[in-house]
Nanobody, 124 residues
């Protein structure tokens, strides 16, 4: 059974940075696409960023391009989301998402497993 455990969330001032981590187990991590989604209060869960299994492709929500960077360390079974220049609009629960050997999780339909989420709050 796939387990995804996020960490690194917290409270940060606008303009600040945070790095989220997601440790995976129960899966051949190096062979699946991984991603991050977020859900703000009262809103639908939305795609943020994703990365292919071999790190040759990355995808981003338009509003985070140039500010967020997704990366992965297949030796550590971990995917990261570096978030810079944070704004209050980035406040949400951030979820790690696993795809498959074919699918990079760029939409909820392509997610095979979810983490429990980590809270990110950006104050103005």
């Amino acid at each position: 059974q796939v387990q995804l455990v996020e960490s690194g969330g917290g409270l940060v001032q606008a303009g600040g940075s945070l790095r989220l981590s997601c440790a995976a187990s129960g899966v051949t991590f190096s062979s699946i696409g991984m991603g991050w989604f977020r859900q703000a209060p009262g809103k639908e869960r939305e795609f943020v960023a994703a990365i292919s299994w071999n790190i040759d492709r990355t995808y981003y929500k338009d509003s985070v391009k140039g500010r967020f960077t997704i990366s992965r360390d297949n030796a550590k079974n971990t995917v990261y989301l570096q978030m810079n220049s944070l704004t209050p609009e980035d406040t949400a629960v951030y979820y790690c998402a696993a795809g498959s050997s074919i699918l990079v999780p760029t939409s909820k339909m392509t997610v095979t497993s979810w983490g429990q989420g980590t809270h990110v709050t950006v104050s103005s």
